[in-house]
Nanobody, 124 residues
Framework: QLQASGGGLVQAGGSLRLSCAAS????????VGWFRQASGKEREFVAG????????YYADSVKGRFAISRDNAKNTVYLQMDSLKPEDTAVYSC???????????????????WGQGTQVTVSS
């Protein structure tokens, strides 16, 4: 089970850190991704991190501004979001891929476990 938190209202240029907390002793074996869905738009991939944290991937729109990391001892994946823009406004959700030791995928259908979303609103 995954639970996302940390969203809120922030001015453009500001920062937020999202957390995705997981239950279960095998969390360290799961690749995790962050996705977002803006109002009226399809859900899109934001960032992903492999099970051991050794590889990270980002959508072009967030490269250089967002950073994904994980602390397996705390069963938590983080998404540090800096230099936020109004177009980053969306509901952000975290998800895990069921096959253990998986690579990161940008395709939402390849993720099997989803947490509830957390709203991020960036004002101009």
């Amino acid at each position: 089970q995954l639970q996302a938190s940390g969203g809120g209202l922030v001015q453009a240029g500001g920062s937020l850190r999202l957390s995705c907390a997981a239950s279960g002793r095998t969390f360290s074996r799961y690749t995790v991704g962050w996705f977002r869905q803006a109002s009226g738009k399809e859900r899109e991939f934001v960032a992903g991190v492999t099970w051991g944290g050794g590889s990270t991937y980002y959508a072009d729109s967030v490269k250089g501004r967002f950073a994904i990391s994980r602390d397996n001892a705390k069963n938590t994946v983080y998404l540090q979001m800096d230099s936020l823009k109004p177009e980053d406004t969306a509901v952000y959700s975290c998800a895990a891929r069921a096959p253990l030791w998986s690579a990161v995928s940008a395709i939402e259908n390849e993720y099997d476990y989803w947490g509830q979303g957390t709203q991020v609103t960036v004002s101009s």
